[in-house]
């Protein structure tokens, strides 16, 4: 198998499982209901669940703002802060051209 987008139904000895693959950990995600696979009558019925959960996952809030320690404007803003400020203070900025 490769690292890529995938959305699947196996057979199973009572049923169909379903499973989706997202790219950046390239392993099969089963739909479960709890602990235990849910087992669908027909592949049909378990591909159209495993479509609806992929695409919940790929339509789902990204977390990695928030993660990063708030929203996007103070995350961006912190960000600047490390690369225009040194110690604390602030850079001097030499103006040329239009007075300022």
Not at 24 to 31: S, T
Not at 32 to 48: Q, S
Request: net charge positive; glycine share 12%.
């Amino acid at each position: 198998m490769t690292s890529c987008f995938a959305v699947g139904a196996t057979k199973r000895g009572h049923g169909w499982i379903a499973y989706y693959r997202r790219l950046h950990d390239a392993e099969n995600r089963v739909l479960r209901d709890g602990k235990h696979d849910i087992i669908f009558a027909t592949e049909a019925e378990a591909l159209k669940a495993a479509n609806a959960e992929f695409l919940k996952y790929l339509y789902s809030q990204i977390t990695g703002i928030s993660s990063m320690g708030g929203s996007k404007k103070s995350v961006a803003k912190k960000a600047a802060d490390r690369l225009f400020k040194k110690g604390g203070g602030t850079i001097e900025v030499e103006r040329r051209g239009i007075e300022a």
